[in-house]
T-cell receptor
Framework: GIQVEQSPPDLILQEGANSTLRCNFSDSVNNLQWFHQNPWGQLINLFYIPSGTKQNGRLSATTVATERYSLLYISSSQTTDSGVYFCAVISNFGNEKLTFGTGTRLTIIP | DAGITQSPRHKVTETGTPVTLRCHQTENHRYMYWYRQDPGHGLRLIHYSYGVKDTDKGEVSDGYSVSRSKTEDFLLTLESATSSQTSVYFC???????????FGSGTRLTVV
């Protein structure tokens, strides 16, 4: 099946810093999602972005489908941004199976 | 927002016993999913459903079965629980019309 790799695995930043999280995938996709899992375990869908760029407040995401990667940008980090960020994809042959990467754990220090 | 609830929220069970987890949605979304989350593995797909009585296996389906007799309910059964099935289980729905997903709050299952 499709492989999804995220980097870095861990990231520790001061409040106010910017960050870039990366997601690489091994096959062509028709669906790519970014999720945030907060410290209480709740998973929140951030973006649906199989290609192109989207922005939502301090968060933005870019997917370059031809090169099989996606980036999540977080600007002016706040402590509430802490948690684990997951990328998840459905390959063009994936029959609606949403496959997750292993995540990036982000810790924002006040 | 699409309503999705999982029950129970926590369960401790003994090795060898059957266990059923329930996922309930309040709308008529077609796709429903069961994942397990373990340290170092992210979320791994167990089974998913694309309609009533229509299900398919994910990457870690051994030891699990599912049923969907009504659109709103998706049941996950551990036929004979083992310690390796100690995990946090998440249900998800694909929200029709905008390509997003909503996750339940999770069920923490401990097999002793």
């Amino acid at each position: 099946g499709i492989q999804v790799e995220q980097s870095p695995p861990d990231l520790i930043l001061q409040e106010g810093a910017n960050s870039t999280l990366r997601c690489n995938f091994s096959d062509s996709v028709n669906n790519l999602q970014w999720f945030h899992q907060n410290p209480w375990g709740q998973l929140i869908n951030l973006f649906y972005i199989p290609s192109g760029t989207k922005q939502n407040g301090r968060l933005s995401a870019t997917t370059v489908a031809t090169e099989r990667y996606s980036l999540l940008y977080i600007s002016s980090s706040q402590t509430t941004d802490s948690g684990v960020y997951f990328c998840a994809v459905i390959s063009n042959f994936g029959n609606e199976k949403l496959t997750f990467g292993t995540g990036t754990r982000l810790t924002i220090i006040p | 927002d699409a309503g999705i609830t999982q029950s129970p929220r926590h369960k401790v069970t003994e090795t060898g016993t059957p266990v059923t987890l329930r996922c309930h949605q309040t709308e008529n979304h077609r796709y429903m999913y069961w994942y397990r989350q373990d340290p170092g593995h992210g979320l791994r797909l167990i089974h998913y459903s694309y309609g009533v009585k229509d299900t398919d296996k994910g990457e870690v389906s051994d030891g699990y079965s599912v049923s969907r007799s009504k659109t709103e309910d998706f049941l996950l059964t551990l036929e004979s629980a083992t310690s390796s099935q100690t995990s946090v289980y998440f249900c998800a729905i694909r929200v029709q019309g905008h390509y997003g997903y909503t996750f339940g709050s999770g069920t923490r299952l401990t097999v002793v």
